[in-house]
């Protein structure tokens, strides 16, 4: 991720929580939030300072909030899962509270590598990292006896069963090469160790079953929808405690079943809104936000540097504004479309403005010969859910109009444009912002199930080389050279535009450095913030 400028980012409080030794206890009563009172644990004789808020601003919510789905896939959506659900891995590094040990075993039925929480901990800072290993056959987790959900029901390998099988038989899901490589979940002791076989080697195993769901609330709905409105439980530092749609507000509560060594510092973290920079302006300079992680507007990086005490900094995002031709499309249109294409203007025009754009660099030539040719209309797919991408699809028209090339826009929701309108060739073209891996962007539908590849695009050779990358047996730069020649001739995926984020923190806020542009990441390190006593 690139840096594109400076130091700022908006938080907001209220006053400042003890964190109690988290025991799990009883499940918690959520009285509203004006009245949170003290409760006081079995492990624990101080009682509990008044209820602090974090509150902090973001762009408006459009979705539900399914980390899996293609659908629901955002920076917040991703951020908000962080906090309340429960992983295996964590960047990498084993969840010392929801595992006890992993085993790696190799096809011999031989453990070549135990990892637990210790041996992470006591690792040099300074060790170099290992390689992935690509001999891995069965994954064996311990959980740990305690990791429960915020209603009392023990995790178990339940929950990773549901994962699997619904990244399996959803389309439009987040990633889902790594859960295809699976053969088998088993399970013993009641549930608590978990093995998981794999038909063909996936090197980045550490990345998958994060952000597990609770199969005994959700088994039975569909994937696709379960949690539209909202996360009926948590095995994460903080609940969900609901979403105002119409006041733009997500709240949080801390979790006391939260079991781990480190319970959630603040009692509530509120997520608002921001839908416009006066706004903004207002609730940072007042005090009623302290961060903010949003979407900049022209001219809204200058009116937040102007306001004092406030630091500010903007930044591109991994996420990329794309525009995906469908395979059934011919090559020569496909082609020719990614040729007539001006990412910078119709990029500038989707996001609103000109001012911090991260766009990349791409000769265009508008000579259409063959799409003014067509007999119907380019049918450009978009959901219209995300505006910036329904304002780009839109701009597509506009601009293709004017070269004489006819084009319409279909709107559907995500869910629709994977299941059926770009299998059925019901939709020429997609438009969208994804943060899809590259291997799954390519990779071939399974049992006619697309997963994160939009453009439906599916290649023999190109399998066997995506397989080869997840198993570890190719290079990152060997991806990238594949990649590039395939683009050079499919023209299947053109990246208009990376998103970019303005971070503004306000003041009432301790976080990892005193300086914003030592921070990682949006609210990546939320977990470490302190509200400021005075």
Request: hydrophobic fraction near 40%.
């Amino acid at each position: 991720m690139s840096k594109l400028c400076r130091g700022g980012v908006l938080l907001m409080v209220a006053l400042c929580t003890v964190a109690c030794s988290a025991t799990p206890g009883p499940a918690p009563v959520e009285d509203p939030i004006a009245s949170v009172s003290p409760k006081p644990t079995t492990t624990s004789t101080q009682p509990r300072k008044q209820a602090q808020e974090l509150a902090i601003g973001i762009d408006p919510v459009y979705t539900g909030f399914n980390p899996h789905l293609l659908a629901d896939d955002s920076r917040f959506t991703q951020t908000l899962a962080g906090l309340v659900l429960p992983s295996t891995f964590i960047a990498g590094t084993i969840n010392g509270d929801l595992l006890e040990s992993v085993e790696v075993i190799d096809e011999s039925g031989t453990v070549i590598n135990t990892i637990t929480p210790t041996d992470e901990e006591n690792k040099e800072e300074t060790q170099p990292e290992q390689p992935p290993l690509v001999e891995a056959k069965t994954i064996r987790y311990q959980l740990a006896p305690e990791a429960q959900w915020s209603d009392g029901t023990p995790i178990t390998v339940a929950d990773f069963e549901y994962l699997w099988d619904s990244m399996l038989k959803t389309p439009g899901t987040v990633n889902p090469a790594g859960y295809r490589a699976i053969e088998d979940v088993t399970s013993a002791s009641g549930g608590k160790v978990i093995e998981v076989t794999f038909a063909e080697s996936f090197s980045q195993w550490r990345t998958l079953f994060n952000h597990l769901l609770p199969s005994h609330l959700l088994r039975g709905e569909k994937f696709s929808t379960v949690l539209a409105g909202g996360i009926p439980a948590s095995a994460g530092k903080f609940t969900m405690r609901n979403f105002d749609r119409n006041r733009g507000v997500v709240t949080l509560n801390r979790n006391d079943r939260f079991w781990g060594k480190e319970p959630a510092r603040v009692e509530i973290v509120s997520f608002r809104e921001i839908r416009s920079t006066a706004q903004g302006l207002e609730l940072i300079s007042n005090g009623q936000i302290s961060f903010m992680d949003i979407t900049p507007t022209q001219t809204s990086t200058r009116a937040f540097e102007l306001i004092p005490d406030t630091q500010v900094r903007v930044e591109a995002d991994s996420y990329a504004l794309e525009v995906v031709a469908n395979a059934k499309l011919s090559k020569i249109l496909r082609q020719e479309l990614q040729t007539i294409i001006d990412p910078t203007l119709i990029a500038q025009l989707a996001y609103g403005r000109d001012s911090e754009m991260s766009v990349p660099e791409r000769d265009h030539k508008p000579e259409p010969l063959h799409l003014k040719a067509m007999t119907e209309p380019l049918r450009i797919g978009v959901d219209p859910a995300n505006p910036v991408a329904a304002a780009a699809a839109t701009t597509m028209v506009h601009v293709l109009a004017g070269m004489d090339v006819r084009a319409t826009v279909v709107q559907a929701d995500t869910n629709e444009l994977m299941r059926s309108l770009i299998p059925a060739g019901g939709v020429d073209v997609v438009v969208a912002l994804s943060n899809t891996t590259v291997a799954d962007k390519y990779a071939c539908p399974v049992k006619e199930v697309l997963g994160a590849n939009r453009s439906g695009y599916c290649n023999e050779e190109t399998e066997i080389f995506l397989k080869e990358y997840n198993a570890g047996l190719k290079t990152e730069e060997e991806l990238e050279k594949v990649i590039a020649e395939l683009e050079a001739e499919e023209a299947l995926v053109t990246t208009l535009a990376y998103d970019v984020r303005l971070e503004v923190l306000g003041k009432g806020i301790l976080g990892p450095d005193e300086d914003l542009t030592q921070w990682p990441d949006g609210l990546s390190s939320l977990e470490q913030w302190r509200i400021e006593t005075k």
